[in-house]
């Protein structure tokens, strides 16, 4: 994988610290740049939109754990 790939896991991988709504935030603009990266393959694009899905389901599962709390 190329570092640029490496850039965009290590920062989606990231957005739980930040809790819910911030987390949800930086997710969206993190994946925006990564969809106008022309640098990314194809199967690094898919793997980002794949990594960003899994964040989003375990933020959507933790704030719910948390009694749907707007951290």
Sequence with gaps: MSSAFNFYKDRILSCPSYGFTSG??????????AFHDSTLTEEE?????????????????DNYNAG???K
Excluded at 24 to 30: A, D, G
Excluded at 45 to 61: D, R, T, V, W, Y
């Design 24 to 33: 949800h935030e930086l997710l969206q603009t993190i994946t925006r740049c």
């Design 45 to 61: 694009f898919n793997s980002i939109i794949n990594l960003a899905e899994q964040c989003h389901i375990k933020m959507m599962e």
């Design 68 to 70: 749907w709390t707007d």
